[in-house]
């Protein structure tokens, strides 16, 4: 059982979930969450559940064959390369997870880590320009 408070409508979309994704989805939010105390989840876009501190840090979404880890930051380095989609996006990159794949705990809690010090330096974008 986890050690901080969650949202019972996220709660509530991780429960929807095939047992499967709700393994995958729980597994994101504990990395997400253990990544800062200060992490706050709620759901935005109607359904989706999202993690924010000083801004978005990532959103999950389950679909047919895999969960979606979406990043909402596309600066945050990613050295052992466990984004696998929308690298040329310019806001937000993803992290699909498929059934049976093994999530790279530390480098997933790293790229986390990272969002939330972009965030708190004033979002990617300020910390962009200032590169």
Not at 2 to 23: F, H
Not at 97 to 109: K, S, V, Y
Not at 113 to 122: E, F, H, L, T
Request: glycine fraction near 6%; hydrophobic fraction near 35%.
């Amino acid at each position: 059982m986890s050690s901080y408070q969650t949202d019972p409508r996220v709660d509530e979309y991780i429960n929807r979930l095939p047992d499967w994704q709700q393994a995958i989805c729980r597994r994101v939010r504990d990395l997400v969450r253990g990544a800062d105390p200060d992490v706050v989840e709620t759901i935005k876009r109607s359904d989706r559940p999202y993690f924010v501190l000083n801004g978005n840090i990532c959103a999950l979404q389950g679909t047919k064959d895999h969960v979606n880890i979406f990043i909402y930051d596309p600066i945050a380095p990613d050295p052992e390369h466990i984004i696998n989609q929308g690298h040329d996006n310019l806001t937000a990159r993803a992290i699909q997870i498929r059934q049976g794949d093994t999530i790279n705990e530390q480098a997933l809690l790293n790229l986390f880590r990272a969002v939330i010090a972009n965030n708190r330096a004033g979002g990617w974008r300020k910390v962009r320009d200032t590169q």
